[in-house]
């Protein structure tokens, strides 16, 4: 399975970016995709993941001005992220987990920066 991350760059804040991520290979049809992201000096941290079925969970601090989405006929997971802030800057990485698989992306970096 391979996991191609795309759409970062820099924004102002209150501005607005839309992820993408593509999933190929061997892809159940059950499994969570996601979104999760890395900070300088930080853990890395679970941003939004959403089910085969379209059930979705959200990071606090996200909660309101992200939005994931996913084609599971494309195998694609987007995350629209809104009203930027400047502690959403990090490196972002989309994930696929499929029991009892554990994939990862190379990530995409987001600075939002005035």
């Given at each position: 399975?391979?996991?191609?991350?795309?759409?970062?760059?820099?924004?102002?804040?209150?501005?607005?970016?839309?992820?993408?991520?593509?999933?190929?290979?061997?892809?159940?049809?059950?499994?969570?995709?996601?979104?999760?992201?890395?900070?300088?000096?930080?853990?890395?941290?679970?941003?939004?993941?959403?089910?085969?079925?379209?059930?979705?969970?959200?990071a606090?601090?996200?909660?309101?001005?992200?939005?994931?989405?996913?084609?599971?006929?494309?195998?694609?997971?987007?995350?629209?992220?809104?009203?930027?802030?400047?502690?959403?800057?990090?490196?972002?990485?989309?994930?696929?987990?499929?029991?009892?698989?554990?994939?990862?992306?190379?990530?995409?970096?987001?600075?939002v920066?005035?």
């Open positions: 399975v391979q996991l191609q991350a795309s759409g970062g760059g820099l924004v102002q804040p209150g501005g607005s970016l839309r992820l993408s991520c593509a999933a190929s290979g061997s892809i159940f049809s059950i499994n969570v995709m996601g979104w999760y992201r890395q900070a300088p000096g930080k853990q890395r941290e679970e941003v939004a993941v959403i089910t085969s079925g379209g059930s979705t969970d959200y606090d601090s996200v909660k309101g001005r992200f939005t994931i989405s996913r084609d599971n006929a494309k195998n694609m997971v987007y995350l629209q992220m809104g009203s930027l802030k400047l502690e959403d800057t990090a490196v972002y990485y989309c994930n696929l987990q499929q029991r009892p698989y554990v994939f990862w992306g190379q990530g995409t970096q987001v600075t920066s005035s």
